[in-house]
């Protein structure tokens, strides 16, 4: 099975930028959906954005759209999360997933493999 290590998180303050990536332990390009979630304190983990299989295409949540953008890098099994212009809501521990379903979409019930998350802080 697949697994998957996150990096890339840390502190900023609002209006700045991180990037997040995923290293996973197999080729995934045409085999795996790979989306990110996240899950802030006394909050259901919600989907980020997901990346379908052979890139397909992007969906984003509503609360990031225009500020996220979700990508991958072939050549290095690796998933990357670019975070602009953050907010203090976007404070969560970010998990990067996958999914063999064909349009798992947003869902966590969909992704079997999951990382260990990283954290993202922002402050205001």
């Known amino acids: 099975q697949v697994q998957l290590v996150e990096s890339g998180g840390g502190s900023v303050q609002a209006g700045g930028s991180l990037r997040l990536s995923c290293v996973a332990s197999?080729?995934?390009?045409?085999?795996?959906?790979m989306a990110w979630f996240r899950q802030a304190p006394g909050v259901e983990r919600e989907g980020v954005a997901v990346i379908y299989s052979g890139g397909r295409s992007t969906v984003y949540a509503g609360s990031v759209k225009g500020r996220f953008t979700v990508s991958q890098e072939n050549a290095k099994n690796t998933l990357y999360l670019q975070m602009n212009n953050l907010k203090p809501e976007d404070t969560a521990m970010y998990y990067c997933?996958?999914?063999?379903?064909?349009?798992?979409?947003?869902?966590?019930?969909?992704?079997?493999?999951w990382g260990h998350g990283t954290q993202v802080t922002v402050s205001s």
């Open positions: 997933a996958a999914s063999q379903a064909l349009w798992p979409g947003l869902s966590e019930e969909h992704y079997a493999y």
């Open positions: 197999e080729y995934t390009y045409n085999r795996y959906s």
